[in-house]
């Protein structure tokens, strides 16, 4: 199950989940549920995507 997790056949199910998660933010932001503020956002989307991943497995990157 590891190796399956650093394939390449799982960049597929990496894509499906930022963009679920980008058409559920942009579906908050539409019904005004959050505000549209592109740098709070982008910084939410982010952190969900990339920073919780780099902190957790403490790589060395940036």
């Known amino acids: 199950m590891l190796n399956y997790s650093r394939s390449v056949l799982s960049y597929t199910r990496h894509e499906y989940f930022r963009r679920i998660l980008c058409n559920l933010i942009g579906n908050w932001v539409e019904n005004g ?24 497995f403490k790589f060395p990157l940036d």
């Open 33 to 56: 549920e959050y505000p549209c503020d592109w740098e709070m956002l982008e910084e939410i989307v982010r952190g969900i995507s990339y920073n919780n991943a780099k902190k957790y």
